[in-house]
Structures are given as structure tokens and as C-alpha cells.
């Protein structure tokens, strides 16, 4: 029977040192961190971001004006479990007879490690009719 040797003459075939896999298991810690630490401020910008949409949408027109509509947001806010962003972030303005803008514009802040945070910012409006 022939021994036969699959590698190259002079070499030797080697794995990923212990250096290596540190380096990959600190790498992987780093990203996922960040990930559950920012990743709850995009899930309320999603969250809030449909209810504006939603309030928009609806077949039936709102009854009233401004207040009516922030009430609105602010009981969808209550049902959808919204905690960090309060209906005074929401600025409504009047552009036609029966049509107001509705804009959320805030900022949050979240600990990540150490002595470093990480703000994020978000934006975003609809126009709502109102009757």
C-alpha cells in the first residue's frame, strides 16, 4: 500500500490559533452588543412610524383637529406598549382646511460599553385629513 500525501511539500497545514479565535469571539461580541443595544430604538421609530402612517390612512376621516389627532397617536402609542417617546415629541401644523402635517422629530441615547454612548435621530411625517 502507497502512502499518499495530500499536501504540499514543506508546508503544514494548520487551524485558526487561539489569538484567532479570541480576535473572532471579541468581534462577534462587539457587533452584537451594539445590536441589542440600538436595536430596540429602530424597532419604536418602526412602531411609531406605522402609527403615524395608520392615523393618515384611516377611512374615516378624523373628527376635530389637532387634538384629535394627537389623541389618536397617543392611544395607539398606549396599545403598542410606546414608552420612551411621549406625544409632546409630535408637532401638528395646519396646511390646509382640513389637512394638518404631523411630524415626530426626536433623538434617544443608549449606553453601549464603558464611557461611550450612541445617539440615534429620527424623523418623520405624514399628512392627516381631518373632517
Known amino acids: 500500500m502507497h502512502n499518499i500525501k495530500h499536501s504540499i511539500p514543506g508546508t503544514r497545514q494548520r487551524g485558526m490559533g487561539m489569538t484567532g479565535v479570541i480576535f473572532t469571539v471579541g468581534l462577534v461580541a ?24 395608520d392615523v393618515s390612512t384611516q ?6 383637529g389637532q387634538r384629535a389627532i ?16 411621549t ?3 409630535f408637532e ?10 404631523v411630524t415626530v422629530n426626536y433623538e434617544q441615547r443608549v449606553h453601549l460599553f464603558f464611557n461611550i454612548d450612541a445617539v440615534a435621530m429620527f424623523t418623520y411625517q405624514v399628512d392627516v385629513t381631518t373632517q
Request: charged fraction near 20%.
Open 70 to 85: 394627537i389623541d389618536s397617536i397617543g392611544k395607539r402609542m398606549d396599545v403598542n406598549s410606546v414608552r420612551n417617546i
Open 92 to 101: 401638528v401644523i395646519k396646511q390646509d382646511q382640513n389637512v394638518y402635517r
Open 30 to 53: 462587539f457587533f452584537m452588543t451594539i445590536l441589542l443595544k440600538i436595536g430596540p430604538l429602530y424597532l419604536n421609530f418602526w412602531t411609531i412610524r406605522s402609527i403615524m402612517t
Open 87 to 89: 406625544t409632546n415629541e
Open 59 to 64: 377611512t374615516e376621516p378624523l373628527q376635530g
